[in-house]
């Protein structure tokens, strides 16, 4: 199992920046990929962008490609989300999660541990 903690998440103002990060434990040794992922009130979760520890492989939702960026550090077993001109539908509960074999890294459902969330409020 793989322990996964959020942080970073607040409130913004729409147009401006937050960037949230991901501390991985456990037997983070058979991870492939990390996601983060969102759930905004009556809504289905979502995937936001992933990236995959070997090669660094990233992958983006259609709704953030250009104003989301996902990164990694190896060393650290960090994985963060810099996200920039925020949007109101932006506004959800951001989850991170660890892939532990090779699955499509855009599906919700190939992840296999999850962290608790962070909220993120984007305001007029």
């Known amino acids: 199992q793989v322990q996964l903690v959020e942080s970073g998440g607040g409130l913004v103002q729409a147009g401006g920046s937050l960037r949230l990060s991901c501390a991985a434990s456990?037997?983070?040794?058979?991870?492939?990929?990390m996601g983060w992922f969102r759930q905004a009130p009556g809504k289905e979760r979502e995937f936001v962008a992933a990236?995959?520890?070997?090669?660094?492989?990233?992958a983006y939702a259609d709704s953030v490609k250009g104003r989301f960026t996902i990164s990694r550090d190896n060393a650290k077993n960090t994985v963060s989300l810099q996200m920039n001109s925020l949007k109101l539908e932006d506004t959800a509960v951001y989850y991170c999660?660890?892939?532990?074999?090779?699955?499509?890294?855009?599906?919700?459902?190939?992840?296999?541990?999850w962290g608790q969330g962070t909220q993120v409020t984007v305001s007029s």
């Open positions: 999660a660890a892939q532990k074999r090779l699955g499509l890294i855009t599906n919700l459902h190939t992840y296999d541990d």
């Open positions: 456990g037997r983070t040794f058979s991870t492939y990929a």
């Open positions: 990236i995959t520890w070997s090669r660094g492989y990233t």
